[in-house]
T-cell receptor, first 112, second 119 residues
């Protein structure tokens, strides 16, 4: 079945780059997303990438997509303490269901 | 727009009681999703609606759970009777996928969630 997997935890020092990785199994995924969840809040869309792209950059965020390996990554440049949160990778299928498949989330801790 | 609005933010109840969670989607969005988040199981899709009609309720755990969407601006998730294992954060999300012919992106906008504790 469909599955999205992420590592559970990442700790970086403030000012360093963070790289959060995700793998997915459904090759028919059309869009892939990164959501951010801060403590006590809902999920907020950070960025997304269409499956025919291999890279997307948005200010400090860079998304890389390797379709052959079904691997997605989110790089945060110059990581700040405000970036500490849980980051979810998600995919949506090509069919009309519009159901997102979420990973388990990666908790990013930024140390001062 | 105020975004997706959920109420209450926190609910504490005793086992066996009925619990009703409420959601107001973003105006104009025609899809509404209910999710449950727990440490053990992560984020689970319970049910989703399109144009107020339930499309897929395969994620609803038991008959104790029911969801309704009487109009485009309101949905409820009801648990009756509630059990301690229902304790979780429940999220509502809405989206407007747009033109399907273009395989339009499906950005879901989440509410702040309702933290439910069943004692």
């Amino acid at each position: 079945g469909e599955d999205v997997e992420q590592s559970l935890f990442l700790s970086v020092r403030e000012g360093d780059s963070s790289v959060i990785n995700c793998t997915y199994t459904d090759s028919s995924s059309t869009y892939l997303y990164w959501y951010k969840q801060e403590p006590g809040a809902g999920l907020q869309l950070l960025t997304y990438i269409f499956s025919n792209m291999d890279m997307k950059q948005d200010q400090r965020l860079t998304v890389l997509l390797n379709k052959k390996d079904k691997h997605l990554s989110l790089r945060i440049a110059d990581t700040q303490t405000g970036d500490s949160a849980i980051y979810f990778c998600a995919s949506v299928r090509r069919d009309s269901s519009y159901k997102l498949i979420f990973g388990s989330g990666t908790r990013l801790l930024v140390r001062p | 727009d105020a975004g997706v609005i959920q109420s209450p933010r926190h609910e504490v109840t005793e086992m066996g009681q009925e619990v009703t969670l409420r959601c107001k989607p973003i105006s104009g969005h025609d899809y509404l999703f209910w999710y449950r988040q727990t440490m053990m199981r992560g984020l689970e899709l319970l049910i989703y609606f399109n144009n107020n009609v339930p499309i897929d309720d395969s994620g609803m755990p038991e008959d104790r759970f029911s969801a309704k969407m009487p109009n485009a601006s309101f949905s409820t998730l009801k648990i009756q009777p509630s059990e301690p294992r229902d304790s979780a954060v429940y999220f509502c999300a809405s989206s407007s996928p747009g033109d399907r012919r273009l395989l339009a992106k499906n950005i879901q906008y989440f509410g702040a969630g309702t933290r439910l504790s069943v004692l």
